[in-house]
Each structure stands twice: as structure tokens, then as C-alpha cells.
């Protein structure tokens, strides 16, 4: 009986799975017993995907752009330029044959030229994209701020109108001493009846 037991039982002292049949979960096997694909934890974040593609600021590619094309809409860009293909005329004309590199028709020239037009028209699109994506912002804050303004504005408007509602209900000072006039101009008018009434029961009396 020992020996069977010692027998069933693994050299290791672990117990098997596969004399019980259930799946070994240091395994990461299924019921069926084929490996399942390790989960996510969701309380991490997610590793960032390697790609082939080289990565770039867009903001700073965009200042780029805009110092880029603000350069090629000056006057000096437009000299340097004019020098260059000046220079370059010249040199593939005047200088001996063995040195020039880009004789007549100027082919290498005008491939330069293309080259240069290719990059500055996106250059410059993406330039005029930036500036419309900040006109856009620029517009939709002064459209709040007026907005604000003119709420403002009839908030003060309701404001005064109900005050000049409660001054018109409040006594005024000239209002006050017309009727001091009016009370004291009576109290004369009772005095003197009253002293004209004395007046005659003293002469009555005599």
C-alpha cells in the first residue's frame, strides 16, 4: 500500500494536474487546457506601441512652419534668392568649362527652384491653418466676452431703472419743506384765530 501511494503520488512533493485533471493556473491554461492570453490590468496604464514611424511635436513642427513661411514672405528672402540665382547664372556661363556644374539650360537649377516651391507651398498652407485655427479661437472668446458684456449691461439697466422706481416713492427734501411750509402756515392761521377769539371775550367781559 505504501509503495502504491508512493507511486501516485509526484517525486517533487507538488501536486500534478495531470492526475487531477484541472488546469494549472501558473500555467495561464484554460478548462480545455490551452494557454489563455495574459489579461490587462486596468488599474495601469497602457504601454505605449513602438511604431516605425518617426515621432514629432506637431506644436513644435507648426512654429517651424510659421517662422518658415513668415521668413519666405520677406524682402530678404526674396534678395538672397535673386543673388543665388544671379551667382549661379554667372558661375555656369563665365567660369571655364571644367567647372561648371549645371550649364545651359539650367536644368539642376530649375530643379532647385522646384524642390524649394514644393516645400514652401505646404509650409505655408499649414502656416495659414495655425493662423485660421487661432482667428477662430480669437473670434469665439470676443463673441463670449460680448455676450457677457451686453447681459452686463442689462443687469446695470434693470438696476437703475428699479432705483429711479424707488427714488420716485422716496420723500424728497423739497417735498419734506413744502410740507414744514404748509404745517407752519396752518399753526399761524390757528394762533391767530385763537388769539382774536381771546380778544373779544376780554372786551365782552368789560
Known amino acids: 500500500m505504501a509503495a502504491d501511494r508512493s507511486d501516485r503520488t509526484p517525486h517533487n512533493g507538488r501536486h500534478d494536474s495531470r492526475h487531477t485533471g484541472r488546469p494549472d493556473s501558473r500555467r495561464g491554461s484554460g478548462r480545455d487546457g490551452r494557454p489563455t492570453a495574459r489579461r490587462e490590468r486596468l ?9 516605425l514611424w518617426p515621432s514629432f511635436d506637431p506644436e513644435a513642427f507648426g512654429r517651424t512652419s510659421e517662422r518658415t513661411a513668415r521668413f519666405l514672405g520677406t524682402g530678404r528672402f526674396i534678395a538672397w534668392m535673386t543673388m543665388v540665382i544671379i551667382l549661379w547664372v554667372v558661375w555656369n556661363v563665365s567660369v571655364p568649362q571644367h567647372l561648371r556644374f549645371d550649364e545651359f539650360p539650367f536644368i539642376f537649377l530649375t530643379l532647385v527652384l522646384s524642390l524649394q516651391a514644393s516645400y514652401a507651398a505646404p509650409l505655408i498652407l499649414l502656416a495659414q491653418n495655425r493662423q485660421d485655427d487661432r482667428d477662430r479661437v480669437n473670434l469665439e472668446q470676443d463673441r463670449k466676452q460680448n455676450e457677457r458684456s451686453i447681459a452686463d449691461t442689462e443687469y446695470l439697466t434693470r438696476e437703475v431703472a428699479a432705483l429711479r ?3 420716485g416713492e422716496v420723500a424728497t427734501r423739497d417735498w419734506i419743506r413744502s410740507e414744514l411750509q404748509d404745517l407752519v402756515k396752518e399753526l399761524e392761521q390757528r394762533q391767530a384765530l385763537s388769539s382774536g377769539g381771546s380778544a373779544e371775550s376780554d372786551e365782552r367781559d368789560r
Open 43 to 51: 488599474d495601469q496604464p497602457r504601454a505605449q506601441r513602438r511604431s
Open 165 to 167: 422706481i424707488n427714488l
